[in-house]
């Protein structure tokens, strides 16, 4: 598993968005959310995205083989 990092502004930011009590269960989604939105980001900045038509491939062999997602990912 690859760890990703975050600013502390940003993390302040995000905890500022829940609610005063919270699961610490929701504050991580929070912030594992946050950073796939900003690696996202990063990504279309950077032109490493795929074309709508690719991904629609790729669905198309997860769904036809539900065991073939863990082997693309590698």
Known sequence: MK???MKREKAIETIK?????FELEQLLEKFVF?????RGLIQVKE???MHHNKIK???KKWQ???GLYWQ???
């Open 47 to 49: 032109k490493k995205t």
């Open 64 to 66: 036809k083989y539900p």
């Open 72 to 74: 693309l990912k590698t």
């Open 17 to 21: 968005e829940l609610p005063k009590e």
């Open 3 to 5: 760890i990703h990092s």
């Open 57 to 59: 491939e790729i669905v």
């Open 34 to 38: 946050v950073e796939k939105v900003e």
